[in-house]
């Protein structure tokens, strides 16, 4: 999915092969050459956090898949969760999330 699509449209909107770039080990894809210009420019700023793992799961000193409708956007950055209602969870203390996972990031990876 596109990461930027999430901060300028608001929603998930599937990327292509045909707009891609490279950044922090993995491909990133884009619905548009807009979208992968303004990623390019500033991935920092739209890549999700955490390498696209669940973010209550990294609060939670693990990893999880993600589910594209289940995201985020706190003190612009993107998170996203594994479904709905870990989402909701993860949502209860936001601040305290993202401290606890950043604290576990990316030591989890191990």
């Not at 990327?15 to 884009?30: I, K, L, R, T, V």
Request: a negative charge; proline letters at 6%.
């Amino acid at each position: 999915f596109d990461p930027v699509a999430y901060f300028t449209e608001g929603k998930p909107v599937q990327g292509s092969d045909q707009f891609s770039a490279e950044y922090d080990g993995a491909m990133w894809h884009f619905s548009s050459q807009a979208n992968q210009d303004m990623f390019s420019a500033d991935p920092a700023k739209y890549a999700s956090q955490y390498g696209g793992y669940c973010a209550y799961a990294v609060s939670q000193g693990s990893t999880a898949p993600i589910d594209p409708d289940s995201w985020t956007i706190h003190d612009d950055k993107l998170y996203l969760n594994y479904n709905a209602s870990i989402q909701d969870r993860w949502s209860k203390d936001i601040p305290k999330s993202i401290a606890t996972g950043n604290e576990n990031w990316p030591s989890v990876l191990n």
